[in-house]
Nanobody, 128 residues
Framework: QVRPVESGGGSVQAGGSLRLSCTASRPSADIKCLGWFRQPPGKEREGVAVISLESGSTLYAGSVRGRFTLAHDNAKNTLYLEMNSLKPEDTAMYYC?????????????????????WGQGTQVTVSS
């Protein structure tokens, strides 16, 4: 099993920025798709963004499109989520997850059930 580990969460004021990192414990050829999900307080987990490691294609939730950006560093085996113009409604526990989904199946939608391994999460709190 290759479980991802998240880092980079914290507390910021609205309009601020944070960069989350997700690093797998070791490289794995089985990992084809990476994603960020979040769970706001009292709400269900929702997809934020996913990236296909084969094609580089990405998919973003409408609520974060234009503000959040994914980037993957192959050499460091790390996925980043650059979050800008943060809003109080971005407050949530953010989770990184990995999947073996290939190509278009990865970016067809942010379906939590498609992802096999999950990190412990990192908290992001945005104050108004």
């Amino acid at each position: 099993q290759v479980r991802p580990v998240e880092s980079g969460g914290g507390s910021v004021q609205a309009g601020g920025s944070l960069r989350l990192s997700c690093t797998a414990s070791r490289p794995s050829a089985d990992i084809k798709c990476l994603g960020w999900f979040r769970q706001p307080p009292g709400k269900e987990r929702e997809g934020v963004a996913v990236i296909s490691l084969e094609s580089g294609s990405t998919l973003y939730a409408g609520s974060v499109r234009g503000r959040f950006t994914l980037a993957h560093d192959n050499a460091k085996n790390t996925l980043y989520l650059e979050m800008n113009s943060l809003k109080p409604e971005d407050t949530a526990m953010y989770y990184c997850a990995t999947s073996g989904l290939r190509g278009g199946y990865c970016t067809r939608g942010m379906i939590a059930g498609d992802f096999n391994f999950w990190g412990q999460g990192t908290q992001v709190t945005v104050s108004s």
